[in-house]
């Protein structure tokens, strides 16, 4: 009987580390997934100073 108790908890010991890999597996592919996404666009007006040419930011 202490045979199929050990094999009982191994098997139990061994779909909870299955079912810890297959979400921290999910997570990280979420996380890369966000990671590789798409830039969004970022727009930056700029408006020529008259005395010196130079581009600026209007906002400052």
Aim: proline content about 10%; charged content about 30%; aromatic content about 8%.
């Amino acid at each position: 009987m202490p045979p199929v108790i050990g094999l009982a908890l191994l098997g139990a010991g061994i779909y909870y580390a299955a079912r810890f890999a297959k979400r921290e597996m999910t997570r990280v592919g979420e996380f890369l997934r966000e990671a590789n996404a798409e830039p969004k666009p970022i727009e930056i007006r700029l408006e020529r100073d008259p005395r010196t040419g130079v581009y600026r930011d209007p906002r400052g």
